[in-house]
């Protein structure tokens, strides 16, 4: 088990990726978990993908995740006469509910949400940004805007409203369909992405049922003002930066970052750092100096995992890139201020026996050379609670459960085993020290610090820490 990096790597799964072998190679090289983009492919390559997952997993004997990620509603302008038109900055530019192929004066806006919600002053963004509009004014079945930055527009450009709050649910027909197949497959987390306000979490939830964890992207203003609601209602964050830097001014984001990273690690909600890390590497073997101090940045704000997109989905150099990520977290984990720096941000802790022994064993393995940390989990939720920590030493989860092994996989710091053979709590102590040799993550005469429940096997019933030496 490669337990010697904390921070952890969800990578992308596309055409780059051609077979079992080459996900064993990127698992060895420091894959935790990967994610399945539900906004390109069909469902029988996403269904290889996922079996080629699981047959590494078997091979490997490592709990591996694997998430979904939905498309979401894509916001799209029409079609144009001539496929494209050029717009100058101050003229006057009509959308609206008509879908005759536009000219440079109109076009098709077929989202009648978004007239619905607009107002005067509002800005429009197109292209991913390239191009903004202010609205001027507002009729029953359109806006009229101002071309405020303009350039060419061509046809189904996507389209971006920072400033309103659509009411529009983050889950589409397709993404519905998708999901279905998704949990059907047996995916461990759905993503889901444009997430406006906690009511979106709610209807996620009632779908997904239980079969999977939910992550929330964060990319709209509105998830940002609604932020700790919506990390209370999903299982983890990610910080999705492509469309949250369209919606907000670019030099917010990284501001954004560290206030989700933070607030996240405060509720105990693992949180995604996405978008462009390694960018370049798609078509380079090397990274640009930048994207080395962005990815490190992450890992030393404190984020739980990093993630890959285009890089290893379908770029040149899917290794690669994963051996460089692999080797920039350990590089600022192996610093002599990446603990402190942990440390000055630790969150306040909850008056439960699960955080006063979860701040204990932080505050042993600072003190003693502890090798491992060895929790037993049924749920999850006390390793969970352990992570949110960020002790010095890894954390062993023992779990009877595959399905909690492979939550905890965008866990920081949480390295799972299941094993079926705990049924007393006398057997915990024994159990631990063997696995926690067995995989390699501590030696003869190294201390481990062990962390149980009784009744045993009860959630939230941890409650109990013994220091063992391993002989």
Sequence with gaps: ????????????????????????????????????????????????????????ERELNQPIGILMDLQ??????????????????????RLDLDATPGDASRVNLPHPEIIEALQPGMSLLLDDGRLRLKVTAKQNDAVITEVVAGGELSDRKGVNVPEAVLQLSPLTEKDRRDLTFGLELG??????????????????????????FLMAKIEKPSAVTHLEEIAKLCDAIMVARGDLGVEVPAENVPRIQKDIVRTCRQLGRPVVVATQMLESMRFSPAPTRAEVTDVANAVAEGADAVMLSAETASGDYP????????????????????????????????ATASDAISCAIRRISSILPVAALVNYSESGASSLRASRERPKAPILSLTPSLTTARRLTVAWGIYSVVNERLRRVEEVTSTALEIAQAQGMAKRGETVVITAGEPFGQPGSTNSLRIETLH
């Design 187 to 212: 995916v461990d987390w759905v993503a889901l992405s444009f997430v406006q306000r906690p009511e979106d979490i709610v209807e996620a939830r009632e779908l997904i049922g239980g079969k999977a």
């Design 72 to 93: 979401g509603p894509k916001l799209r302008v029409g079609r144009f006469a001539g496929g494209k038109v050029q717009l100058v900055n101050g003229q006057s530019l």
């Design 319 to 350: 290794l690669e890139t994963v051996q460089m990520m692999s080797k920039i977290i350990r590089q600022v984990e192996n610093g002599p201020d990446y603990q402190t720096q942990l440390d000055v941000g630790r969150p306040q802790a909850e």
């Design 1 to 56: 088990m490669n337990a010697d990096k904390k921070v952890k790597i969800l990578a992308t799964l596309g055409p780059a990726i051609r077979d079992a072998a080459h996900i064993r190679q990127l698992v060895e090289a420091g894959v935790n978990l990967f994610r399945l983009n539900f906004s390109h492919g069909e469902h029988a390559d996403h269904a290889q993908r996922y079996q080629w997952v699981r047959e590494v």
